[in-house]
């Protein structure tokens, strides 16, 4: 079976762990922590960095960081990864999942502009923008750059301006991938470090790992600052045992971070495996009818985690059935996401009327699926890959 992925691991890893376990350093409290967080902001470009346990727990400090609470809402893609939506339950907040754009399956600006226009008036005195649905106050808006291509973040970042949002960028799936602002020379500008904070994961298949982790990037010294103490139980500074604030243990261990140190000396290497993966298979399907293939913006460099396709109707046969034949010649695959409106875990919210309809995400979640990604994929798997794509379309054409 070619798997749909694998991580790869590398030269340092080893060395670096072994310097952790011969130490005795293998906590939190280990000089690694901070090699590694300083060598990620220096990557991205950004200020501060902050290691904590995964992606989920990134996402969660960060509404956390910006005082995110029940009386709020966030708005999030409807097509996204169940962390996007727990991590705004957890801070007691709603979720609002908006529908995303046809072409690179992200969080659609026009989406955002409709709901804040159509459903929201400006409260005066609260001096924020209140979901007439709901009473709460919209505060936040979570774009994810979905299977490594960036979103249009000139359009997000001039919507939230104009209605006091927060931005809380999700780039678990996009290390490394980079987007241009107009006027700007070309791709200078690395999702994560574009908004008011951006989050990360580091799990097994992601484009650089440390097995489990995450990290909070942002600008601001001051959300830098609670990211910190939130992470670590809000120590008092210079009282023991006193707390200043509802605080988590979301701290990375230093056997973490010299893997992930590890893996940070090789993530442009990675980035360039996605991308020539992508180049090969966008070479040898693009022979296959009724297969919609990933893009990349001209305003963007697409990382390509993972090589998302779109089944259309001339293909002959449905997603479903073309994963199940393509398993059965050896190839495995994944659909992608469910839409956070389908989800049982929210049925209730969902229930109470409150989630726009996103017929795009629907329809994406129905065509879509992702062909074997892995880092290790060699350019034989990718040939056998299309060569079965290939022989099925023949097969049921
Ligand atoms: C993987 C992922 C997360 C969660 O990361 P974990 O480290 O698994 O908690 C969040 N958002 C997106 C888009 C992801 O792909």
Redesign the pocket.
Same mark, same amino acid.
């Given at each position: 079976m070619i798997p749909v992925n694998e991580p790869l691991l590398g030269e340092n890893t080893l060395k670096y762990v072994t310097d952790c376990v011969e130490s005795g350093w293998i906590s939190s409290a280990g000089a690694y922590i901070r090699k590694f967080e300083e060598a990620f902001a220096e990557y991205l470009g950004v200020r501060h960095a902050v290691t904590v346990t995964? &992606? =989920?727990?990134a #996402?969660h400090l960060a509404l956390a960081a910006l005082d995110i609470g029940p009386d709020d809402e966030v708005l999030i893609p409807a097509l =996204?990864?169940i @962390?996007?939506p727990y991590a705004v339950l957890y801070t007691g907040a709603t979720p609002i999942p908006l529908d995303v754009d046809s072409e690179i399956y992200n969080l659609d600006p026009e989406q955002v502009r409709a709901f804040m226009d159509g459903r929201c008036r400006y409260d005066k005195s609260r001096k924020r923008w209140i979901d007439r649905a709901t009473g709460k106050a919209v505060r936040a808006v979570i774009p994810?750059h #979905?299977y490594g291509h960036p979103c249009p973040m000139e359009a997000l970042m001039d919507l939230a301006r104009s209605y006091g949002l927060a931005v809380v960028e999700?780039a @678990? !799936?996009a290390h490394g991938a980079l987007y241009r602002f107009s006027g700007d020379p070309p791709l200078t500008r690395a999702a994560g470090a574009i908004g008011d904070i951006g989050c990360f994961?580091?799990?097994a298949n992601?484009i650089i790992t440390t097995g !489990? &982790? &995450?990290m909070v990037v942002t600008g601001d010294d001051g959300l830098a600052e609670k990211a910190r103490r939130l992470k670590d139980l809000a120590h008092a500074p210079g009282a023991r045992f006193l707390h200043t604030d509802l605080a988590f243990n979301y701290r990375m261990t230093n056997l973490q971070a010299a893997v992930g140190l590890a893996q940070l000396e090789r993530i442009e290497a990675n980035i360039a495996v996605k991308r020539d993966m992508a180049a090969a298979y966008e070479k040898l399907l693009s022979g296959i009818q009724g297969l919609t293939l990933p893009l990349e913006k001209e305003w963007a460099r697409n990382v390509y985690w993972m090589y998302a396709v779109c089944v259309e109707e001339s293909f002959g046969l449905s997603r479903d059935a073309l994963m199940r034949r393509l398993r059965d010649k050896g190839v495995d695959t994944r659909s992608f996401f469910v839409p956070v409106n389908r989800q049982p875990a929210l049925e209730r919210i969902a229930a109470g009327g409150v989630f726009p309809e996103s017929p795009v995400a629907d329809d994406l979640a129905a065509r879509g699926f992702y062909l074997p990604s892995g880092l290790a994929i060699t350019r034989d798997q990718i040939e056998t890959v299309c060569r079965a794509l290939g022989e099925i379309q023949a097969e049921s054409g």
């Open positions: 995964s &992606g =989920t727990t #996402l =996204t990864m @962390a996007v994810v #979905l999700d @678990a !799936e994961s580091f799990y992601k !489990e &982790g &995450g």
